[in-house]
């Protein structure tokens, strides 16, 4: 389809729409409207709500972005996500070739906050070849009336999304400076849960102070260290009731639980029943 707004050339501008089927409402990342547009010096868009997020990729030129967070510009090379749904505007003064994708789905949001939480409405890429292939993907299957698979389509936006949740997980400075810091100290905790793992020495593995240390992993896990501790050994606790006959008090030891009595406790406040009638029940659905 031709764009009627003013200011956006009819040369080599083209936007497709796109109903997204039930499934898709209930299951998928879906887009709903894609397109690749040759704007003019002048154009305005400005929009109280409108029902859906935006990727844009600048080409050329650049955009002035308005959103709660305040003005910024966009130029080549960066990207711009929008929660549309909010009030929000953009513009240019030059002319400037953009490709986009109005999208939604049930992980939209929760994707969108996690982004903009860290990188704003814009940003760039160290490499942003993997994002525009499959922004490119999507407009192509619509631009040569290609079949659309939507478990295909909801594939390419959610690699475009994870490259930018990647970038925002490395735009903290201290994983810049150490971009594995806590993945090693998953790690640990995984391979140590029968040690006692206290906080500061998690924060002294981590080269951190153990405020920052709590800071950083909350930001990254969105635990802090205690709880996701008290998790990672209940879910070990789980497996061993359902796949081994070993008596709760080993199971206490190999699990990091300092007494049987704290752990049945913990065990039922977080289950609903006993590790006993846990494992019974597992026994009963083998």
């Not at 868009?45 to 966009?74: P, V």
């Not at 993945?183 to 206290?198: F, G, Q, T």
């Not at 061993?240 to 300092?258: A, D, H």
Request: net charge negative; glycine share 4%.
């Amino acid at each position: 389809m031709k764009p009627a707004e003013r200011n956006i050339s009819d040369e080599g501008s083209e936007f497709y729409i796109y109903t997204p089927s039930k499934t898709a409402l209930h299951t998928f990342l879906y887009p709903m409207r894609t397109g690749l547009f040759h704007y003019e010096a002048g154009y305005r868009q400005e929009r109280s709500s409108f029902d859906s997020f935006l990727i844009m990729a600048i080409r050329s030129g650049s955009f002035i972005i308005n959103t709660k967070q305040g003005e910024q510009q966009a130029r080549k090379g960066d990207f711009v996500l929008l929660d549309c749904y909010g009030h929000h505007s953009y513009g240019t003064d030059e002319d400037s070739d953009v490709l986009w994708l109005h999208f939604d789905g049930m992980m939209a949001r929760p994707y969108f906050e996690l982004i903009n939480s860290r990188l704003g409405p814009v940003f760039s890429l160290r490499d942003p070849n993997y994002a525009l292939t499959r922004m490119s993907n999507i407009y192509e299957t619509f631009h040569t009336a290609s079949r659309v698979s939507e478990a295909q389509m909801a594939k390419y936006i959610t690699d475009i999304l994870t490259e930018f949740a990647m970038a925002a997980s490395d735009s903290d400075t201290t994983v810049q400076r150490q971009p594995h810091v806590i993945e090693d100290v998953l790690a640990y905790i995984s391979n140590h849960l029968s040690d006692p793992l206290p906080i500061d020495e998690l924060a002294a593995r981590a080269f951190m102070s153990e405020y920052h240390f709590i800071r950083v992993f909350k930001k990254k896990t969105g635990y802090t260290p205690h709880a996701y501790i008290v998790d990672a050994r209940m879910h070990a606790a789980k497996y061993l009731l359902i796949n081994s006959n070993i008596p709760l008090k080993q199971l206490c030891e190999e699990c990091g639980f300092t007494d049987t009595s704290t752990f049945c406790a913990a065990f039922k406040r977080k289950n609903g029943v006993s590790p006993i009638e846990f494992r019974k029940q597992s026994e009963i659905g083998r």
